[in-house]
């Protein structure tokens, strides 16, 4: 019994809201908890024995990929690893219809498919158990949130002595269900079947349409055009997980889902975590870079991580936080709730903080002066911030320079829908 595991990695077209971080660093590749963010896709799928290939589906060029590939095929050896381009955006079950035949090249029994931009717990071996216990065509990974954020995610109406999917709803305008779509899911084979027919139909329905004003869409989407006719089946199971999960989808959610990546590691006892006894002051858990230059009087944590030749200098106070590659902070500086991107120089007592948020809370984003803003600032890469300087609740663009304080300022957030 082999599998065959799909990541489903967009395209620079797609996750705009990740912006400005993604304009110099493709989304899927972001760093979270110190590791790309598919990185933690294939550390899950390692841990699945039957998986024998890895298919990165997406329209970016191929070269965005080489260097992560290469990392990928050397680190994990019991699956080959490769990226599939496809020719234009496709959607979700597009770009899987379009390299079918790839997929299906050794006849897997299985077919794993899991959106980039999330951080899970990702319990792989529970929903295979299930999928094959139910003889199903296809299983969703859900879990249940508030009813006020449902409308943001597809909804699952499940028979929970059966794990039956009765009913499936792409972004609801009403509550219908509690339990939603993590964008994980087991398929066998007979999916493209479903997605075939699905093509029929869109086809059928696109020669009226062309007929009319309207252009007719290309894309063919897995949750809107693929699960729900599936869910009429008796053949899709949700497989439902207490364990964390939450979205990735803007530029601020970065942080809560580094904070549970990090404090999962702690819980396993990971070694990569910062551990020097002679080193600064460390309110676990924290991930620093082993090439990153960090002052003895610094005090770290929680849920922080530093990339690469990042310069951490004396009496700098960072707390759940990403700080990547090459970004200078200089003495006494202060940086709470927070992103600095690459090459940026943080000044002498700057201080650059954004609003708590709970791990698990969905929503990145707080009401200031009846705005709503940012509650994670993020400051985009090559950015100077000068000495003395406070940035709060902020998206700062690439190769600005901060001379003042600036608190919650809405011309930032313009800027950034220009580039929409």
Known sequence: MSAVAIILVGGPSSGTRFRPLSLDIPKPLFPIAGKPMIWHHLIALSKVEVVRDVLLIGFYDESVFSSFLKDAKDRFLNFSIKYLR?????????????????????SPKMIFVLHSDLCCSFPLKNMLKMHLEKNAIGTILGTKVSPDVTNNFGCIVWDSSTGEVIHYVEKPETHISSTINCGVYIFDGSIFDQIKESIRL????????????????????????????????????????????????????????????????????????????????????????????????????????????????????????????????????????????????????????????????????????????????????????????????????????????????????VLLEWLR
């Open 86 to 106: 496809e020719y234009q955006s496709l959607g979700t079950a597009g770009g899987l219809y379009l390299f079918r035949d790839v997929i299906l090249r050794h």
């Open 202 to 413: 869109r086809n059928e329905q696109n020669k009226e349409i062309s007929n009319s004003f309207f252009h007719p869409d290309e894309r063919l989407r897995l949750e809107q055009d693929i699960l729900a006719p599936l869910s009429q089946t008796k053949k899709l199971f949700v497989y439902e997980t207490n364990d964390f999960w939450r979205q990735i989808k803007t530029a601020g959610s970065s942080v809560p889902a580094n904070a549970l990546y990090l404090q999962r590691a702690q819980e396993n006892g990971d070694k990569e975590l910062f551990s020097k006894d002679d080193g600064p002051e460390i309110v676990q858990p924290v991930y620093i870079d082993s090439s990153a230059s960090v002052d003895f009087s610094a005090k770290l944590g929680p849920n922080v991580s530093i990339g690469p030749k990042v310069k951490i200098c004396s009496g700098v106070r960072i707390s759940n936080a990403i700080i990547l590659d090459g970004t200078e902070i200089k003495d006494n500086a202060c940086i709470l709730h927070s992103i600095i991107s690459r090459g940026c120089r943080v000044g002498q007592w700057a201080r650059v903080e954004g609003t708590p948020t709970l791990p698990m809370q969905h929503n990145t984003t707080i009401l200031r002066n009846g705005v709503k803003v940012q509650a994670i600032t993020v400051v985009a890469n090559d950015v100077t911030i000068h000495d003395e300087v406070r940035v709060q609740n902020c998206i700062v663009l690439p190769h600005k320079e901060i001379k003042k304080g600036v608190v919650g300022e809405v011309k930032f957030l």
